[in-house]
């Protein structure tokens, strides 16, 4: 009975311990491509901030790559910084568009 | 005679370059006003001031019902307190403008030749604080300045707005105003004057688009619904969102230069704050 309790108390943090490495290896790392990738929409969009030529759907898409990226899923940090990289590109061309019509 | 000939061509062909020749201030309001009246001559210069309810008898209708008794009085009432609470040295807001405070807001924004530019009604009240050794309200924070302002306007209702743009800063400061009402932000791709000069009387989200004209004179507002306090440049804040832009600062000199230029469109209209709005 007193060996079982002893057993139980050394193997309970261990088993846990092992758990949580098992769910930090979980995590995939992202890509070469997809780190440079979203490292390329940080700086454009903080480049359009700067330019007061952002979008709200460039945030959005950067705060989705982000997410994606804490979760390792290299396929939607492409897709979503490839996005806020566009847009971040696009709202700060538009401030050399033509003003409308006067 | 040749020469005299080339060199009067070359000066008629500069003409034609944008920018170089631009339309005044009075010239450009008058352009905006009339593009307004041609569309919708029925519609009296006077009733700019009704933006979106113009074209709708039944929505200027339930306006006029609520005006009768508007349930955001009780705010109202706070920014009187506020304005006519005491600093602590003893003196008061009226103390730091001309009349009183009465009959002035028609004035702002103007530009400061000393300070180099616009100062906003806002800008104006926050100097009074700073004057009398009190912190400064937060442009964007609509339980103090918005509060204070949607009482402090009304002391100046039916005053005509008279914005005057006198001088090389205050030109600058206009033309930047300029330029940010009529450049395209956001994803979106619109521009201010996208909705409310070239689109104004057409239904976008199920809303009457107003004209430019009058738009500045009736602020702060509160918006159906749970009646939220606007202050002018709040809601160039919500128009930037609405196109899917980042919005500028409250308070900075972006939105002050708009303010700037956009309230000198509804010059000769009478102010009224504090009114409701859908």
Known sequence: ?102 | MKRICLVASCLGALLLVPGIVRASPESLREKVVDAVARKFPDVPFANYVYGALAFSPDAKGQYDAMMEFPPFEGEIEKGRKLWETPFANGRTYADCLPGGGRQVAGNYPYFDDARQKVVTFEMALNDCRAANGEAPYKHADMGTMGLLTAYARTLSDGMKMHIRVDGEGAEKAFRAGERLFYQRRGQLNFSCATCHVDNVGNILRTEYLSMAPGQAVHWPAFRGGDYTLFTLQRRYSVCNQLVRSVPLEIGGEDYNNLEYFHSYLSNGLPLQASVFRK
């Not at chain 1, 290299?74 to 061309?93: E, H, I, P, R």
């Open chain 1, 1 to 102: 009975m007193r060996f079982t309790s002893i057993l139980c108390a050394t193997a309970l943090p261990l088993c846990l311990a092992l758990a949580g490495t098992a769910r930090a290896d979980s995590v995939p790392a992202l890509s070469e491509e997809a780190a440079a990738v979203l490292q390329g929409a940080e700086t454009r969009v903080s480049q359009a901030r700067e330019q007061k030529a952002l979008w709200t759907s460039t945030e959005a898409a950067l705060h989705e790559a982000r997410e994606a990226a804490r979760k390792g899923d290299s396929a939607a940090v492409l897709k979503f910084a490839g996005q806020a990289n566009d847009q971040a590109f696009l709202g700060m061309a538009q401030l050399h568009y033509p003003v409308t019509g006067h």
